[in-house]
């Protein structure tokens, strides 16, 4: 396994690993004892970097989530792991009533949220301190300021560690990141977004946003991060749920674009000459870029989770990553 730091600030940064796993099905489609046995192997294999949140995965049973962070937990505690593993959270994103619909009634980020679902989240994951807590989406109806203190109390009172952003604009963030600063509390340092080696649309309308899809890592968002070398980028979805080389997982009307044909091209001629799998390649360029990104990859059995963690010792020449990053 290879690693990075993450975070600026003594006392709460943290060494992780270069991969991250996404837990965002265990413990509803992804059974108990599977779901442990993927989390066995990724610690094994060095693993540090896990990732959940508040409202995973209310949509499988109707209810308002917490079943991933719940057995996240359960797996923490049956393991005697302490904080050696780094715990990502999320919250702002769990419905207000049990439902099996996505929509926009939903928590929000005031700062009685953030105190209440960060305690929650720390309950169920069974930890002391939360070590890195994303706002998982935009919140317009909360003035950004009580946003921020909110945050900055929880980390004040020890709830949480880092914090991070998803699914967020870049002005929000640096908005954000602006007004933390000059009330000399933590802001965001972590962001998490859609990013993948084909590129999807942005200027396709999202349920939360009439503009276009703030969940994407767009050129925009690239721009802010060479811009801000201290924040970490990491990208959730980085495989598509495997439409990269599963027929029956066709890519979505954000990559009806010109462009996407002769990326998968390209994508496959480098896997081919790797002797590695498309989805490695994937990992492997998200990984080794002059942006370096962390992937965060789902896993619902650990052969899916062995061929990602193979992506950790892909290394792309540097011929290999010219062509991938030629074609638009």
Known sequence: MKYRVIGSTPGTRREVSVLSLGTMTFGTTVDEATSFAILDRFAEAGGTFVDTSNNYAFWVNGTQGGESEQLVGRWLRSRGIGDEITIATKLGARPNQPTETFSLDVEGLS????????????????IERIHLLYAHIMDERTPLEETVQGFAEVVADGVTGLLGASNHWSWRIERARALAAASGVPGYEVLQHHHSYLRQRTDIPSMRSPDGNQGLVSGELLSYLRANPSLTQVAYSPLIAGAYVRDDKPLGPGFDHAGTRPRLTAIREVAA???????????????????????????????????SLGAVDLDLTPEQRAKLDSVH
């Open 111 to 126: 700062a009685k949220v953030i105190r209440e679902s960060a305690e929650r989240s720390r309950e169920n994951l069974g």
């Open 273 to 307: 000459e790797t002797g590695a799998t498309v989805n490695q390649v994937v990992l492997s360029w998200l990984m080794g870029g002059d942006i370096p990104v962390l992937p965060l990859v789902g896993a619902s059995s650990v052969a899916q989770l062995e061929e």
